[in-house]
């Protein structure tokens, strides 16, 4: 059995997180296992799964505050444990240390593009600048999700046959109407139209256009609800506005869920109005539970796994489409 140590794992149980799970659940244990390096140090997201499946969870000091200890430790985690593979998830070039641990350890190192531009933060932008052309000439094995994540990260050097698939469990998703009715009941969303999004509140996501949204439908029939799954980042400010902007009651929060498939089941309607994807995990599942999609057209049409997702445009004048 050859165990390989996948990188990149965050606390918060988002798209890559359940892109590698939902990977990890359908493998064939008895020749390969995943190993997990925790490069924050405070724990990763689905840590009981990967334990009960036999993965190994490795914490090592977080990298942004100690970067020297924490490739120190990343050389001795691939020497004493004797990893023959590392798979790196990335949102961007900022953090090349596991991939320059694993060069000098002679290692196959799998670099994994998940995104299509850089996250915020003006740090992270500009150790993208200055380790891009750096990252594309090294000698590892160049992946994406998708065909624009590919070529932003790795540009000429990017060949179409690297894309591994955000793939999921279409059981999962199935529609299912009793848990509709009862997840509905629940949350007070009986007989309600119900527009849904799952992610995480971050910049890129562009969540406030969802309260412009909502608020623009309202206009048209009040029987419209708002329903997120997600948090961090820009949540708190999120829900103050919909406070600000008195719409609480037609807006319903699940929060951060393990497991967002019932959630699919309340929804009518799925909406992402991102500034920029890789290749959403979560519209993959939405389409999965058979929900009329409707996407930014920042996102690339990739995602358009059924031939009915719509992609509109996310101006503040276009928040009526719908």
């Known amino acids: 059995m050859q165990r390989i140590l996948q990188v990149g794992f965050s606390s918060n149980p988002g798209g890559v997180e359940n892109v590698v799970m939902n990977y990890y659940r359908a493998i064939d244990k008895t020749r390969f296992q995943f190993d ?28 942004k505050k100690h970067p020297f200890n924490a490739y120190k430790q990343i050389l001795n985690v691939l020497s004493s444990m004797d990893y023959k593979c590392m798979h790196v998830h990335m949102q961007s070039a ?74 999921t469990d279409l059981s999962r998703y199935e529609f299912n109407p009793i848990i509709r009715e009862n997840k509905r009941r629940e949350i007070g969303f009986e007989n309600k139209i119900v527009i849904g999004f799952v992610g995480r509140f971050g910049e890129e996501k562009n969540t406030f256009f969802l309260i412009d949204v909502l608020e623009k439908l309202l206009e048209k029939n009040k029987e419209v609800r708002l329903l997120t799954v997600g948090g961090n980042d820009l949540y708190d400010e999120f829900v103050n506005r919909i406070k600000e902007r008195h719409l609480d009651k037609y807006y319903y929060s699940a929060a951060v869920q393990k497991d967002v498939s019932p959630w699919y089941q309340v929804m009518d309607v799925f909406l992402m109005p991102s500034y920029f994807e890789g ?18 057209n920042r996102i690339s049409r990739e995602v358009d796994l059924t031939g009915n997702a719509r992609f509109l445009p996310i101006d503040k004048e276009n928040a009526a489409l719908l």
């Open 94 to 167: 900022a953090n090349l240390l596991p991939i320059i641990a694993g060069r000098r350890r002679h290692i196959r190192v799998i670099a994994h593009s998940h995104s299509s531009s850089t996250p915020k933060g003006v740090l992270r932008k500009l150790l993208h600048i200055i380790n891009i052309n750096i990252l594309r000439n090294m000698d590892i094995e160049k992946y994406a999700c998708g065909e624009r994540a590919g070529l932003w990260m790795w540009g000429n050097k990017f060949d179409k046959k690297n894309i591994i698939c955000n793939a």
């Open 279 to 296: 290749f959403p995990m979560v519209g993959v599942e939405a389409q999965a539970a058979g929900l009329q999609c409707y996407f930014s």
């Open 36 to 63: 997990f390096l925790d490069i924050y140090g405070g724990g990763i997201a689905y840590q009981d799964q990967i334990e009960k499946m036999g993965g190994r969870i490795i914490r090592i000091q977080n990298y």
